[in-house]
C-alpha cells in the first residue's frame, strides 16, 4: 500500500482491526477474510454498522483464494464496496482504490456542508447553529422566551472514555432507543439535535425556564419508560443541562450562547449523582432531582 502513497495503520486480529477503524477514522479500509477472532466479513458487518465508518468508507475484503460467487455476496451484504480474491492484480486494485478513496472525500465534503446528521436524520451542529439564530431572531422579534435543553447519556461517550471498551460498547447499544426517544417525546415546535453519539439537543421556543425544567423532566421520564419496557436490555439515565430566558430580547447573549450555556450546565453536573441530574446555568449550585 506504500506503494501507492497511502500511509498504513495494521491490525492483526478482527478485534484489532474493528478498535484501530474506530480510532483512527481512515479514508479506506482493507480486511482479510481470515482474520483470527473476528472474520473479515463480520468486521466489515461491525463497522458499517457503527456511525462514525459508516456506509462512506471503503471496505475491501480480501480472499486467500479465487473469490467464489458466495464469498462475493456474503461480502457485499455485509456492506464491503468489493471483495478481491486471487490472482491479485495489484495495478488495478490500486487505480480502484485511488476511486474509491477519492469517492469518500465527496461524500465527506458534502456531508460537511449538510445540516443533518447522516445517521441519524436529527439536526448536526451546524444545522443546530443555524436553527437556534433563526429561533433566536424570531424570538426577539416578538419577545417571547426561548429554551435549550442538552441531554447526555449516563456512562455515554463522555463518562465512557476512562471506562473502556465495554462502557463504550455499551453506550453505542443504547444509540438506537436513544434516537427513538427524541424522535417521539419532542413537540412539533422543538428542533432535535445530535451532538456526539450518546448527547443531544432539544431547542424550545417559547419555553421558559419552568417548561425547560418540565421539558427535560419528561424526556428523562420517558427514558426510564423506555427502560421498562425493555427488560435486559442496558439502563436509560439521561442527564441534562438546560439554559432559558424569559425574554430572549432582553437577555443580551447571542443565540448560539443558549447552546453553549446549557452544555455548560450539563458538564457542571457530576455523573452518576442520584440526587442531580438536571442543571440549570448559571448557578452551579441549581441542580434539581429527577
Request: overall charge neutral.
Amino acid at each position: 500500500m506504500s506503494v501507492g502513497g497511502y500511509t498504513v495503520a495494521r491490525a492483526a486480529t478482527g478485534p484489532q482491526a474493528v478498535e484501530v477503524a474506530r480510532r483512527t477514522l481512515p479514508d479506506l479500509i482493507l480486511l482479510d477474510a481470515g482474520l483470527p477472532d473476528l472474520g473479515g466479513v463480520e468486521a466489515c458487518r461491525t463497522l458499517c454498522g457503527d456511525a462514525r465508518i459508516g456506509a462512506s468508507t471503503p471496505i475491501v475484503i480480501l480472499l486467500r483464494d479465487p473469490a467464489t460467487r458466495e464469498q462475493r455476496l456474503a461480502g457485499l451484504r455485509a456492506g464491503a464496496w468489493e471483495c478481491v480474491g486471487l490472482p491479485l492484480d495489484t495495478e488495478e486494485l490500486l487505480l480502484k482504490l485511488d476511486a474509491y478513496v477519492r469517492a469518500k472525500s465527496h461524500a465527506d465534503a458534502a456531508r460537511e456542508e449538510s445540516l443533518v446528521d447522516e445517521a441519524s436524520g436529527l439536526y448536526n451542529l451546524r444545522g443546530l447553529l443555524r436553527r437556534i439564530r433563526e429561533m433566536g431572531g424570531e424570538a426577539c422579534r416578538h419577545r417571547r422566551p426561548l429554551a435549550c435543553v442538552v441531554f447526555a447519556l449516563d456512562g455515554g461517550e463522555a463518562d465512557a472514555a476512562g471506562r473502556g471498551a465495554g462502557a463504550r460498547a455499551r453506550a453505542a447499544q443504547a444509540v438506537p432507543r436513544l434516537l427513538g426517544l427524541f424522535q417521539d417525546a419532542a413537540r412539533s415546535s422543538d428542533v432535535v439535535g445530535r451532538l456526539g453519539e450518546t448527547e443531544f439537543v432539544v431547542l424550545a421556543p417559547g419555553t421558559d425556564a419552568a417548561g425547560a425544567l418540565q421539558l427535560a423532566r419528561r424526556l428523562l421520564a420517558a427514558a426510564e419508560a423506555v427502560d421498562a419496557e425493555r427488560k435486559g436490555a442496558p439502563t436509560l439515565r439521561l442527564r441534562a443541562g438546560c439554559h432559558a430566558v424569559a425574554d430572549f430580547c432582553n437577555a443580551g447573549i447571542e443565540p448560539v450562547e443558549m447552546l453553549v450555556r446549557a452544555a455548560q450546565a450539563l458538564r457542571a453536573l457530576p455523573a452518576g449523582m442520584e440526587a442531580e441530574r438536571i442543571r440549570f446555568f448559571p448557578s452551579p449550585g441549581r441542580a434539581v432531582a429527577s
